[in-house]
């Protein structure tokens, strides 16, 4: 059974790759809706991103961010969810505040080497920083 299982996820996320690469946000909140059962950190950050990007109004950005904290929630390390909740929470809402506490938790887990991988990481905290310590000074 956990082989099926395994099995079923693997061709599940290749789907969800597939139709990402084609620009079909849509189709993977569908695909990740119809398996629910396979409710992991890792579908559920795709889920958020994909929400960001979809023309589908059932979903709002504060649905992306429930799905990033709920990634959080069952896999506490999960930084992918972290990263994306930072970006949504600086880019999106405007609130640096929480921007900076997401990167920097997700910051305290990447080992020196992932942080090399995500050198764009450090820039947005260093940007991040700068643009509260203005706010602060005006």
């Known amino acids: 059974k956990e082989c099926e299982r395994r099995s079923k996820m693997k061709k599940l996320i290749a789907e ?4 990402w690469k084609l ?8 695909l990740i ?6 409710e992991t950190s890792y579908l559920l950050t795709w ?8 023309n589908d ?12 904290r709920k990634a959080i929630r069952i896999d506490p390390r999960c930084v992918d969810a972290m990263i994306e909740l930072a970006w949504l929470y600086k880019n999106v809402y405007d609130d640096n505040r929480k ?9 305290k887990i990447l080992s020196s080497q992932e942080l090399h991988i995500h050198e764009f990481f450090s820039s947005l905290v260093e940007e991040a920083e ?3 310590a203005s706010s602060v000074v005006k």
């Open 23 to 30: 620009g079909r946000y849509d189709d993977v909140l569908k």
């Open 99 to 107: 921007g900076i506490y997401w990167m920097k938790k997700a910051q």
């Open 47 to 54: 889920r958020g991103m994909a929400i960001q990007l979809s």
């Open 33 to 38: 809706e119809q398996n629910k059962s396979y």
């Open 16 to 19: 969800i790759r597939r139709n």
């Open 57 to 68: 109004d059932r979903y709002s950005l504060r649905d992306a961010e429930l799905a990033f």
């Open 130 to 132: 700068d643009d509260t």
